[in-house]
């Protein structure tokens, strides 16, 4: 089943302009993983957020993790056409299972 | 860094043939495979945890008969889709974890079509 839903479902900006996207989930998680994906491809992992951690960086990416409000955003800064892509919000849940749940995806469509 | 090759990339077959999709790990080991199947412009449905050297676990409504998994080495994981339907079409995408709390590693899918 599905636990994270990534929120706004669909997003066009700017080339240069940072793209914000939200995930929230439902129950209580070691880490959540961020991954693009682009059309017809396989998914690319870009950062992952333990539950003790708050906020993460990586390139022109940030993820904040908000445990107590079972959320996290993804920031992707000066954004270029390249960035354009479907991104998901994944979980991995307390309990020592390695499987990952993923969230319904959003779609980024970052114009030149 | 951790590379999966998943094989074929794209399958044409006729309903009522068998196809087997490979998922292969090229510099890690891994005990543990992920097979999720995807449909156009919707997220990933995790199908079912292939277990090297153990049978694959599958999630609720999955037909384990009909998703056939073997998982013979710590570097190769299958599924095979016996029986093929149109309903079968879909984009199927493997994946392995290179250990606890890492991030997994995804081949680039494979797009099924049953005609």
């Known amino acids: 089943s599905q636990q994270g839903e990534e929120d706004p479902q669909a997003l066009s900006i700017q080339e240069g302009e940072n793209a914000t996207m939200n995930c929230s989930y439902k129950t209580s998680i070691n880490n959540l993983q961020w991954y693009r994906q682009n059309s017809g491809r396989g998914l690319v992992h870009l950062i992952l957020?333990?539950?003790?951690?708050r906020e993460k960086h990586s390139g022109r990416l940030r993820v904040t993790l908000d445990t107590s409000k079972k959320s996290s955003s993804l920031l992707i800064t000066a954004s270029r056409a390249a960035d354009t892509a479907s991104y998901f919000c994944a979980t991995g849940s307390q309990g020592g299972s390695e499987k990952l749940v993923f969230g319904k995806g959003m779609k980024l469509t970052v114009n030149p | 860094g951790a590379v999966v090759s998943q094989h074929p990339s794209w399958v044409i077959c006729k309903s009522g043939t068998s196809v087997k999709i490979e998922c292969r790990s090229l510099?890690?080991?891994?005990?543990?495979m992920f097979w999720y199947r995807q449909f156009p412009k919707q997220s990933l449905m995790l199908m079912a945890t292939s277990n090297e050297g153990s049978k694959a676990t599958y999630e609720q409504g999955v037909e384990k008969d009909k998703f056939l998994i073997n998982h013979a080495s710590l570097t190769l994981s299958t599924l095979t889709v016996t029986s093929a339907h149109p309903e079968d079409s879909s984009f199927y995408i493997c994946?392995?974890?290179?250990?606890?709390?890492?991030?997994?590693?995804f081949g680039n899918g494979t797009r099924l079509t049953v005609t």
């Open positions: 957020i333990r539950s003790n951690e």
């Open positions: 510099d890690f080991q891994a005990t543990t």
């Open positions: 994946s392995a974890n290179s250990g606890y709390n890492s991030p997994l590693h």
